[in-house]
């Protein structure tokens, strides 16, 4: 509905094994939801336990 991937709602609910496991398999944290949003973003909504360097280091961008 609003352009999110499985690794925003998983971010956004808290999940960081999910967040992790999305991640392994090569889910992409550079695509923004229809709000603006990244992953990172709604990480920090949903108070995810995942330090924003964790999802940084898997994926190898930059956030700005």
Do not use: M, Y
Not at 38 to 48: D, K, R, S, T, V
């Amino acid at each position: 509905e609003k352009g999110e991937t499985a690794l925003h709602l998983a971010a956004l609910a808290g999940e960081p094994e999910c967040v992790l496991e999305l991640l392994r398999a090569n889910a992409t944290a550079a695509v923004r939801d229809s709000d603006g949003n990244l992953p990172l973003h709604l990480a920090a909504f949903g108070a995810l336990r995942l330090s924003s360097a964790d999802i940084r280091w898997h994926q190898r961008i930059l956030v700005t």
